[in-house]
């Protein structure tokens, strides 16, 4: 049986130079360097994971622990074929806010109600895989052509770009920590070599994380890293479970967000596919699949849905590592994160302008990535409608706009997402028909001609 016949391919040692030469998804590092590139990947989600659980009122702890299994899950469904790592979702934020009457502050009572709707989205989402699977992805190619998935990927970096230069303009001394933060990891990425290059998130935050200490800590001019939350956490400790509760309402409500999913995982997918040179398409059902199946895992203990995670893409496209194996690892860290309360306490003691500026160059990396898609495709801006195709899109998506049909919130990427394809089918079908009439009536011209 040959290897595309086989569900995971066959990993080989990696061989080359780690200044030089990228580490391809069937690649596998040593297990020191496996291990230190596997943490940065869990560093690189932490904060967009425990986020996204404390603004919908899920518990944080339980949502590391379930990304963790999560991960691993996703590892094995595609066949590790696909380099990705499973965080809590930020596109069920409107509709469970929806759903529960959540205000945003304290524990979630009606937290039930979302997990009923959401394993119900992760159902129908794993449905559109098993699909995909089963057609190809010659369909969502049409629907979804470069011009289209370099937008989405695109809108996926400014949408967020909002909330994480807000989260660092409270005062003077975050917005210069942020600074600070960008700096070391620029650092890094440009003057190191070798592994230290390949760790540069990792390294610059720590190096940053230390210039804070001294600023703030020893010589008073922001606020302290508080380290008492870490003497106050227990060292092991199962994290709170709960049951789902079944509502027709609340599923007909979450049940779309597959919909926001599909678009912007297809988008990561692309982005994943452009950096490493290699068609990832055939695996797009498997992936589709993987992550519906996860978040139904994940809200049928508790936890929220699950996507794969832009920063840890933002984190392949700088250390030019795409080896599958890392994501393992860091869902291994991402467990034991949520089975230790006084882990998860440490790295809590991050200051916010210290994540905010490090997803500054994750999300712009991301951005880039996008425009990288339409150079590589050869995209032609000189058409019409290439350009109101992105110039629409990238407009709505960075300034977060949204529709709302009924009491579903499609969310600005979802929004964006929705108008870029529209607008492709649209546009693209009429300017087919005026290049039909155009050539048409040269043929006639030629014809009375002669």
Not at 197 to 206: A, E, H, T
Not at 399 to 424: E, M, P
Request: hydrophobic share 50%; aromatic share 10%; net charge neutral.
């Amino acid at each position: 049986m040959n290897e595309k016949e086989t569900w995971f391919p066959k990993f080989k040692p990696y061989q080359g130079n780690l200044d030089t030469t990228p580490v391809q998804t069937d690649e596998y590092l040593p297990p020191a360097k496996s291990m230190v590139l596997g943490l940065q990947h869990a560093f690189a989600m932490f904060g967009a994971t425990v986020l996204a659980p404390l603004l919908m009122g899920f518990d944080p702890n339980l949502t590391i622990f379930i990304t963790g299994i999560g991960t691993i899950l996703f590892f094995l469904i595609t066949g590790g074929r696909m380099p990705s790592y499973l965080g809590s979702s930020f596109a069920f934020i409107g509709a469970v806010a929806a759903v529960t009457g959540y205000s945003g502050v304290g524990v979630n009572p009606n937290i039930p109600l979302a997990l009923g709707g959401t394993i119900a989205c992760g159902l129908l989402y794993a449905a559109i895989g098993l699909i995909v699977m089963k057609t190809g992805t010659a369909w969502i190619e049409k629907l979804m052509p470069p011009i289209v998935t370099g937008a989405i990927v695109m809108i996926i970096g400014l949408n967020l770009a909002p909330v994480t230069i807000k989260s660092v303009s409270g005062n003077t001394f975050d917005t210069w920590m942020a600074v600070v933060t960008i700096l070391c990891i620029c650092a890094v990425a440009v003057f190191t070599r070798g592994m230290i290059r390949r760790l540069l998130l990792l390294i610059g935050l720590v190096t940053a994380y230390f210039v804070y200490f001294l600023l703030a800590n020893v010589m008073g001019f922001g606020k302290p890293i508080d380290f008492s939350v870490i003497g106050n956490a227990a060292w092991f400790g199962l994290p709170s479970f709960q049951a789902p509760v079944f509502e027709a309402s609340a599923m007909l409500l979450i049940a779309p967000v597959a919909l926001i999913l599909v678009a912007e995982n297809l988008g990561h997918f692309k982005a994943v596919s452009a950096m490493t040179g290699k068609n990832l398409d055939p695996y797009m059902g498997r992936a589709f699949l993987a992550d519906g199946v996860c978040t139904s895992m994940s809200a049928s203990v508790g936890g929220t849905g699950m996507t794969t995670y832009a920063e840890n893409i933002g984190v392949m496209a700088v250390t030019k590592v795409y080896s599958t194996t890392i994501f393992v690892v860091a869902g291994v860290f991402a467990i034991l994160l949520g089975l230790s309360p006084k882990f998860g306490a440490v790295i809590s003691t991050i200051p916010v302008a210290l994540l905010g500026g490090a997803s500054i160059v994750v999300f712009g990396l991301i951005t880039v990535a996008g425009a990288k898609i339409w150079i590589d495709n050869k995209v032609d801006f000189t058409k019409n409608s290439t350009l109101l195709i992105a110039a629409v899109s990238l407009i709505m998506g960075t300034g977060n706009f949204s529709l709302h049909i009924g009491s579903f919130d499609l969310g600005g990427i979802g929004t964006a997402t929705l108008a870029a394809i529209f607008l492709n089918f649209f546009l693209n079908r009429g300017e087919e028909k005026t290049e039909e009439l155009k050539d048409e009536s040269s043929a006639a011209a030629t014809a009375v001609h002669h």
